[in-house]
């Protein structure tokens, strides 16, 4: 018998299907866009130009996000389900403890919002093409304010702040840490802007919290040491 042809033996390659190849043109469509609004905005960037980054044409986008608004749209709600597990998992790290958790929280979010991308993208052109209903119902899919409610509600449990009070402080914070972000990209100096925010949101998250939880903890029934150069009749 004549010799088997090594290649019959070769394992074929196994045809990929119609949703892997669908979900490799909207992976790669998806970190070209996130690219080109990063670096140029939205308004000055084309269809045109992400297919030709990706790799693919112009009706490939067209297919996967309808037009270059649905493909915001979807780099948007990427970046915002990135940045909200980045923040809660390095808030966590090293298990914080009593307030810390919170002002952890509320400095790396502050952080994170002075990254170029982050303030081209989320903070400059997404409430300004999506609209600011739309925009903030993303923020609140992705979690962000359910961070700040989750380190609030442990204050609440501790007896530290009321229960009632977790949803507005949480509210006014993401505010607070949003229009920070906008301040820090409109400044020239964007470093010595994110130090001067920095040390104002801890001054403000630690005067939020009562006297007791800053420092170490009081058995029930401890009378409080008096302050120094007082003196008790």
Known sequence: MPPADPRSRAPRKQRRTNAEISEETRTRLLAAGRRAFATHGYADVSTDEIGEAAGLTRGALHYQFHDKRGLFEAVVRALLAELAERIARRTMENAPAETEELERGCDLLLEAYGEPAIQTILLRDAPVVLGW?????????????????????????????????????????????????????????????????????????????????????????????????????
């Open 133 to 233: 209903a739309t925009w903030h119902r993303m923020q609140e899919e992705a979690g962000l304010a359910a961070l700040l409610r989750h380190a609030l509600e442990h204050w609440a449990t501790a007896g530290w702040i009321a229960a009632e009070r977790v949803e507005p402080i949480a509210r006014l914070l993401l505010g607070a840490l949003t229009q920070a972000g906008v301040a820090i990209g409109e400044s020239d100096d964007h470093a010595a802007a994110l130090v001067r925010y920095r040390e104002e949101l801890r001054a403000l998250v630690r005067g939020l919290s009562p006297e007791g939880a800053r420092g170490p903890r009081r058995k029930p029934g401890t009378p409080r040491r008096p302050r120094r150069g007082s003196s008790r009749r």
